[in-house]
């Protein structure tokens, strides 16, 4: 909800929406096709794969099933810091 109400305040209703069903299609892809993205070794060593929606990486566990969305994090924050600290409450 905090992607929507980023989107909503920044760019109005019209792009929240877009955006929204973007990220709702992408969902819905991968849990069609698991397994699909790639891995981030560099990121981190959990069995994750990345899915980018514009600046947008869905980060989910393909072996899951249902899959399991890990995160859905902008690609600007700092990914590997924000990895391991969910791997650490994991």
Known sequence: MQIRDYCLEEAGVQM?????????????F????PGSGHRRDDLTDEDVRFWPVFSYLIVYTPTMRPI???????????????LRKSAQRM
């Open 16 to 28: 929240a929406r877009h955006v929204m069903g973007k990220l709702s299609k992408a969902l819905r």
């Open 68 to 82: 399991g969305i890990a995160r859905v994090l902008h690609a600007a924050r700092d990914l590997e810091a924000l």
């Open 30 to 33: 991968l849990a069609s096709t």
